[in-house]
């Protein structure tokens, strides 16, 4: 073994035996634990960006996260599905490696997580369109080319966020570098009908004659273009998510659910509010 490998050998060791254990104790409760997750996530770099606030859009105060190593980089504005299920409280764990390359935009859209919270519902629900919230996503695009100084960002959308992003992305083109669709919704009738059928398959492979029962009394499901009702799509959803149709090789999104609670945006009050701003939305 060369000198060489052995210094190093040396300094790792003598870092680690330098690490205190008793000096960082176990979480004894979200705040604890949520104080460890951010401090672990802290954006250090020189050039980085590290923002949680209000902006004015459509006429009401809507919440932005904004991270990033390099506030030169490109901006990326992620477009969250549902509509309502938002994805700046589960982005700590799924987003650093983005930060690397670009200054990444969570947003928490009308009626939905942080923007649900900071609004009287009663006041948002007469703007709970489709038309709304594709202006709302033209208007916060155009207010992050602006505030970062920048002629076109990334947009990337996620399930429901894909259509307000291919909205955007027809409308504007020349704001964007390019648009990234996550589940993209192409032909939505024809996804659910694929849907059902799959999760039908899986539940007679798996002798489940609950799900099997519960699954056929929606049949004919997604007949046509008509709009499926939602009784009916959650218990299409609840056997698709129990199979593995939200997170692959995981039944359900427990998990997803659990990392809701450890997130630094969002205090006690936001996340008992995720629900209400989902259901809210949907």
């Known amino acids: ?59 009401i105060d809507q919440w932005v996260s904004i991270r990033g190593s390099d506030r030169r980089n490109p901006v990326l504005l992620m477009l969250h599905g549902g509509p309502g299920w938002v ?23 009308r009626g939905a997580g942080k923007t649900y919270a900071a609004n009287e519902p009663s006041v948002i629900v007469p703007s709970m369109t489709r038309e ?5 996503s033209e208007e916060m695009v155009a207010w992050l080319r602006r505030e970062f100084g920048k ?8 399930s429901w966020g894909s259509y307000l992003g291919l909205e955007v992305a027809q409308r504007h083109p020349e704001w964007l570098h390019a648009y990234i669709g996550i589940g993209q919704i192409s032909n939505a009738p024809e996804s659910e009908r694929r849907g059902w059928a799959w ?12 799900a099997v029962a519960e ?10 273009t008509a709009p499926v009702p939602l009784q009916s799509l959650f218990k299409q959803r609840k056997w698709l998510n129990y199979y593995g149709g939200m997170v692959h090789n995981r039944r359900g999104g427990d998990a997803e659910a659990a990392a809701i609670k450890l997130s630094p945006e969002y205090s006690d009050a936001d996340v008992a509010a995720v629900w209400n701003g989902n259901d809210f939305s949907m």
Do not use: C
């Open 87 to 109: 994805s700046m409280p589960t982005s700590w764990y799924f987003q650093r490696g983005w930060e690397e390359y670009f200054t990444v935009v969570q947003w928490d859209q």
């Open 132 to 136: 709304q919230m594709v202006a709302d």
């Open 199 to 210: 999760t039908l398959q899986q539940a007679q492979e798996d002798g489940n004659a609950k």
């Open 215 to 224: 699954l056929q009394e929606l049949a004919p499901y997604a007949k046509g």
């Open 1 to 59: 073994m060369s000198n060489r490998i052995l210094w190093l050998l040396t300094l790792t060791v003598a870092g680690l035996a330098s690490l205190d254990s008793s000096a960082a104790p176990w979480p004894q409760s979200r705040s604890d634990a949520v104080k460890v997750v951010a401090e672990i996530r802290r954006v250090v770099a020189d050039e980085g960006v590290e923002r949680l606030e209000k902006v004015r859009i459509g006429g």
């Open 151 to 158: 002629e076109k960002i990334f947009l990337l959308g996620h």
